[in-house]
């Protein structure tokens, strides 16, 4: 930034500014700042967290491009080779805040303070900077921007407003508004491999964020989390998944916590637990132990893209209305390996959403070595009460500050172990319970499929169960909730893979089905055969044509007749997809 406008401000009086100039625009800027934002930031966000570095960045890297075009009439911005992150910061900030607009996505780098308000709460100095650049670039979006600033401001009492000069250059008096309930339910920002969806726009709405990509910040810098393929659920301003860094750095012993933190993450391994282990994230774990000590340090690490070769991503997103799809590939990439060879050898995460309130999220790993001990971890803002569930699962629910936050039930493997462990020991306040699960088997690859509902009362949580397959290779869940009945229906085989042939399974009655990793935009026969319950066969060849991203979304009545699925009327996705949204029809 100083660069940019320190050459454009002297050019006519300090004869090294034209040479400063050129350097800056064909050299810093166009052979590496718009190369890197364009992949790696595409769709906005920070690495380094949003009450951490952000507030400066957004300032930072996005005045020079007004700077740029004030002085020279060159816009950087809209260019054959686009520079969107001005404006990208806008979805990013409107979506990845909570709903009831009182907290922020608090992934990566967050401080302790003594403040009212804890880190993540949204930051009105990067609403009044965002929404300057919406106004100078005359973005679409700038009414209904204008319109969450306002929100956000109230809901926090204007928390960490700018200086006097900065919002009389951002913000103008009595500007349009449009209303929240006009953006999409989700969104995808793809350089960071980050998506949010939410039920609707209301204050009490459900939410998700989730994060699967290739690391972003600095290796060096190390502000990013060590977190892809983490996900993180709210109800409103109610926590069930928390981001633990985010969550330990609150008051009180905010700063005592940040230090355990900084250990964990940073720490010399001294082959213990909490020194450089990394296991704060709602991921997978491998650990390579002998008895009680750890052998090799493990979870993950800074692997880049272009030093590492990571191919981690989101490789689907998908919203169809009534469901949301997401797919991640080679989280193993992110892995740091132990001394004989790879902890995590492979692991992909997929999430169906059911809108409103359940997630259902199938995971497949492989471990480097049956003797390694493997869980999946999950973390919690108070310690969890077992449930009733059926013979072979586990049910938690989950109540923070006085209000139910939902439940999490187990359904594969089956007969898991469930271990709570308070993060940290030697906290003398515990913020948060990491849950471990373990399979009931040392095989090395195992298929994980766990279902979150955020109802408001634990009366109104759905049973879950196996769904009967009877043909193809297919896993399922059988999700009996009081509002409706839900069936999830997923591969076995390589993740990537389409699943070839016929498939046939058998639920107990009318369901809403979501079948997913079939062949994209491709057609199916879809027969449902009445009896002890309903069997539905999915066979190559019919009418019934799968999305984009190979999804089969259909409702089946009491008759057996089939109807399919579709948007509820609201925009879904900021991504245009051929042929969707398309009608809801119940």
């Not at 349009?176 to 793809?190: I, R």
């Amino acid at each position: 930034h100083a660069k940019a406008v320190i050459s454009l401000a002297t050019y006519e009086e300090n004869p090294s500014a034209p040479a400063e100039w050129t350097d800056w625009l064909n050299n810093q800027f166009t052979q590496r700042v718009q190369p890197y934002y364009a992949q790696h930031l595409l769709g906005g966000g920070w690495p380094e967290g949003y009450a951490n570095y952000a507030p400066l960045a957004f300032l930072s890297k996005s005045l020079p491009m007004r700077e740029v075009k004030t002085a020279t009439g060159t816009d950087l911005v809209n260019a054959s080779a686009p520079y969107t992150f001005p404006t990208d910061s806008a979805n990013y900030a409107m979506h990845f805040t909570w709903p009831s607009l009182t907290y922020f996505d608090d992934r990566d780098t967050n401080h302790s303070n003594t403040n009212t308000q804890p880190p993540g709460t949204p930051n009105t100095s990067i609403a009044q900077q965002v929404l300057g650049e919406l106004y100078y670039w005359n973005s679409p979006l700038a009414a209904v921007f204008n319109q969450c600033r306002l929100s956000i401001g109230a809901a926090n009492s204007n928390y960490a407003q700018g200086d006097a000069w900065f919002v009389f250059l951002d913000v103008i008096p009595g500007a349009p508004v449009a209303p929240l309930n006009t953006l999409p339910l989700s969104y995808f920002a793809q350089g960071m491999g980050a998506v949010s969806a939410r039920s609707d726009w209301s204050t009490g709405a459900s939410w998700m964020s989730f994060r699967a990509a290739a690391y972003v910040n600095n290796p060096a810098q190390g502000e990013e989390g060590f977190d892809q393929g983490s996900l993180a659920l709210v109800r409103g301003n109610v926590p069930l998944l928390v981001n633990t860094f985010g969550w330990m750095a609150h008051e009180p012993n905010g700063s005592a916590d940040e230090n355990l933190l900084y250990s964990d993450l940073f720490g010399s391994f001294n082959n213990t637990l909490y020194l450089g282990n990394r296991q704060m994230y709602n991921v997978f774990y491998v650990r390579n132990m002998s008895g009680s000590t750890v052998v090799d340090r493990f979870g993950q690490a800074a692997y880049t893209t272009e030093d590492d070769n990571v191919r981690t991503k989101v490789s689907a997103f998908e919203d169809g209305g009534d469901y949301v799809y997401v797919q991640s590939t080679n989280l193993e990439d992110m892995y740091r390996k132990f001394s004989a060879g790879p902890g995590v050898a492979a692991w992909s995460r997929q999430i169906v959403y059911l809108r409103p309130n359940r997630f259902v999220v199938y995971d497949r790993t492989t471990s480097g070595s049956a003797s390694y001990d493997q869980y999946m971890a999950w973390h919690f803002p108070a310690n969890p009460v077992a449930g009733v569930a059926a013979a072979g699962q586990k049910r938690l629910d989950v109540s923070y500050n006085g209000q139910y936050a939902g439940a999490m039930t187990t359904l594969l493997p089956a007969n898991t172990t469930i271990t709570t462990v308070p993060l940290y020991p030697s906290s003398s306040t515990t913020k948060v319970w990491q849950v471990q699960v373990r399979p009931s088997t040392t095989d090395v690859s195992q298929r994980w499929m766990t279902v979150f509902d955020l109802s408001s009362q634990a009366a109104d949580v759905a049973a879950i169960s196996p769904v009967t397959i009877t043909q193809g290779g297919v896993v399922g869940a059988w999700i009996d909730g009081g509002d409706g009945d839900s069936v999830v229906i997923n591969s076995t085989g390589a993740t990537g893979t389409a699943i070839s042939g016929t498939v046939a399974y058998t639920v107990p009655g009318p369901a809403h089905h979501v079948v997913t990793e079939l062949a994209k935009a491709t057609g199916y026969n879809i027969t449902v055969t009445s009896g002890t319950g309903q069997t539905v066969s999915i066979s190559p060849g019919g009418t019934y044509v799968s999305s984009a991203q190979g999804v089969l979304n259909f409702y089946v009545d009491a008759s057996g007749t089939v109807t399919e699925g579709g948007d509820t009327g609201l925009p879904v996705s900021s991504l245009p997809v051929k042929g969707y949204p398309r009608g809801y029809r119940p």
